[in-house]
C-alpha cells in the first residue's frame, strides 16, 4: 500500500509527509476534504506544524487524496486504532516487551503470545509498526505485571527475532 501512496506522490516530498502522518494517526478524508480522527475534525493547521508545513500543503494533500480513487479508498475510511499504553506501563503495573524481528516474517506475534501464553501471561496491548511505513519497524507487547528472565530469553530464541528490550 504505501509504495502507491509514494508513487501518488512523486516528486511532492511534503504532501507524502503529510499522508504519512495522516495514516500514522488514522486520519481520515471526509467527501467535503476535512480532516477527521474518529469524529474529532482536525485543523488543517495542526497538522501541518506537526509536520513542519504550510496549511495550504496539508490543504492541498487533502484534495489530491480526495480526487485519486485508489488515495481516497484508503484515506476516506482509515480509522485510529486507540492510544498506546506504553507510555503509562509503570502506573498500571504493567511491563512492554519491544521485540525487534523480520517484521515480514510470518508467526512473529503468535510465537511471541504463545511463549507469554505458557508462562500464564497476559497480554494486554500488542501495536506493530507497518514495515513499509517505518523502517525499524518492532513489535511491542504490553503485558500484565512483570516478566522473568527466562520468557525474554525463550521470546529471543524466536528464529526471527535480532531482539528483546523488556521495558517497566
Known sequence: MWSRVSEQFAGQKVRLEVARKML?????????????IGGLEVDYSALARDVGADRR????????????DFLYSIFGRIMPVGASLVPVIARLGYSAL???????AAGVISAAAAALARHKIVVRQALADDPDMIPAAKLTLVVEGRVP?????????????RSVTLMR
Not at 24 to 36: H, M, N, P, Q, S
Not at 149 to 161: F, K, M, P, Y
Open 24 to 36: 500514522e494517526y488514522g486520519i481520515r478524508v471526509a467527501t467535503d476534504g476535512k480532516l477527521f
Open 57 to 68: 500543503v496539508v490543504k492541498q494533500t487533502a484534495r489530491q487524496i480526495r480526487e485519486d
Open 98 to 104: 519491544v521485540i525487534e524481528a523480520d517484521p515480514r
Open 149 to 161: 528472565g527466562s520468557v525474554i530469553e525463550e521470546l529471543n530464541r524466536i528464529d526471527t527475532v
